[in-house]
Nanobody, 123 residues
């Protein structure tokens, strides 16, 4: 079992920045960030293979968000810059401990989930 604990959400004005953190209690093969706005499906935002550092991003956040990791702390970060009101959502950290042939931004790629942290961007 891997437990994930997110932190760093909050409220910010459009154009501002926030950094989310996700600490894992053990080994992970891949970690990702997802978000879900009210009435919408949960969507993949960014992912990182923890062994290689290879990253993936949704088109909607490319150039604005950066996923990174601190392997010594089993922690993944999501730096969010140039935030827009449409980025408002609950953000979830996710992880899996094994290699799988499922796209990294697909919900089905992950079997461990954090409880979420709210991000609100006002115009």
């Amino acid at each position: 079992q891997v437990q994930l604990v997110e932190s760093g959400g909050g409220s910010v004005q459009a154009g501002g920045s926030l950094r989310l953190s996700c600490a894992a209690s053990g080994y992970t093969y891949i970690m990702g960030w997802f978000r879900q706005a009210p009435g919408k499906e949960r969507e993949g935002v960014a992912a990182i293979y923890t062994g290689t550092g290879t990253t993936y991003y949704a088109d909607s956040v490319k150039g604005r968000f950066t996923i990174s990791q601190d392997n010594a702390k089993n922690t993944v970060y999501l730096q969010m810059n140039s935030l827009k009101p449409e980025d408002t959502a609950m953000y979830y950290c996710a992880a899996h401990t094994e290699r799988r042939t499922v796209p990294p931004l697909s919900r089905t790629r992950y079997n461990y989930w954090g409880q979420g942290t709210q991000v609100t961007v006002s115009s």
